[in-house]
């Protein structure tokens, strides 16, 4: 393997954030999966749920993402394919078109729906800025979320993430979300984070996340 392609597996294995994608594709031949515990508070009761995402590089440039941000919940999963059309040298920083395909998990959902948008991401030398935008082509709706994952000690990265959507004749919504993540092993960490609503509009109460992370 090169010595380019060494440093862009190596960023690539940085800390993803809890539920921002990844500014910059998989690296070819590697895999990332994220398992989520979530416990999500509205209108007095607690629910429980999980999620999971699970990301592999195709190629130099293409990686693809399958996820599901409800798996017991919610009516819908999705598979996303990112390119990293502009990108540094060493792989770090750069801009990703995305297609993003949405089909129903459940006779509840509403069909298999396009997105489009892209994703970015900007190196630091303790941190990396992560994020997404796309628009729903169906419903006219756009979703952004920007996060920044930063090492203070060794094993410890703490997070900080802006999850937002907008439509239209509707209020727009806005969540932050923090909390740290741990190494556990060279390949696998685990994660908390609390989220909440900071709109006038709010989707949810609170919500708690339990993240691990394994990667190969």
Same mark, same amino acid.
């Given at each position: 393997?090169?010595?380019?392609?060494?440093?862009?597996?190596?960023?690539?294995?940085? &800390?993803?954030? #809890? $539920?921002?994608?990844?500014?910059? /594709?998989?690296? #070819?031949?590697?895999?990332?999966?994220?398992?989520?515990? =979530?416990?999500?508070?509205?209108?007095?009761?607690?629910?429980? @749920?999980?999620?999971?995402?699970?990301?592999?590089?195709?190629?130099?440039?293409?990686?693809?993402?399958?996820?599901?941000?409800?798996?017991?919940?919610?009516? %819908?999963? %999705?598979?996303?394919?990112?390119?990293?059309?502009?990108?540094?040298?060493?792989?770090?920083?750069?801009?990703? /078109?995305?297609?993003?395909?949405?089909? +129903?998990?459940?006779?509840?959902?509403? !069909? &298999?729906?396009? &997105?489009?948008?892209?994703?970015?991401?900007?190196?630091?030398?303790? !941190?990396?800025? @992560?994020?997404?935008?796309?628009?729903?082509? #169906? %419903?006219?709706?756009?979703?952004?979320? *920007?996060?920044? &994952?930063?090492?203070?000690? +060794?094993? #410890?990265?703490?997070?900080? %993430?802006?999850?937002?959507?907008?439509?239209?004749?509707?209020? +727009?919504? =806005?969540? *932050?979300?923090?909390?740290?993540?741990?190494?556990? !092993?060279?390949?696998?960490?685990?994660? *908390?984070?609390?989220?909440? +609503? *900071?709109?006038?509009?709010?989707?949810?109460?609170?919500? $708690?996340?339990?993240?691990?992370? =394994?990667?190969?």
């Amino acid at each position: 393997m090169s010595n380019d392609k060494m440093q862009m597996g190596e960023q690539y294995e940085m &800390v993803m954030p #809890f $539920f921002t994608h990844m500014g910059m /594709p998989q690296a #070819f031949g590697t895999h990332s999966l994220s398992l989520s515990g =979530l416990r999500t508070s509205a209108g007095g009761r607690s629910t429980p @749920d999980f999620s999971f995402q699970y990301m592999c590089g195709l190629s130099d440039r293409l990686g693809v993402n399958f996820r599901s941000d409800e798996f017991t919940t919610g009516n %819908e999963a %999705e598979v996303m394919f990112q390119y990293a059309a502009i990108r540094s040298m060493d792989g770090m920083s750069g801009i990703s /078109p995305m297609l993003e395909i949405e089909f +129903p998990t459940r006779r509840s959902g509403s !069909g &298999v729906k396009t &997105v489009i948008g892209f994703s970015s991401a900007l190196a630091q030398k303790h !941190g990396t800025f @992560d994020g997404a935008f796309h628009y729903n082509l #169906f %419903e006219r709706k756009f979703e952004g979320s *920007i996060a920044y &994952v930063c090492q203070t000690m +060794p094993s #410890f990265f703490p997070i900080v %993430e802006l999850i937002g959507t907008a439509e239209l004749r509707e209020m +727009p919504t =806005l969540d *932050i979300l923090a909390g740290p993540k741990f190494r556990t !092993g060279k390949n696998s960490m685990v994660g *908390i984070a609390y989220q909440t +609503p *900071i709109s006038s509009r709010k989707d949810f109460g609170s919500r $708690f996340i339990l993240q691990f992370d =394994l990667k190969w």
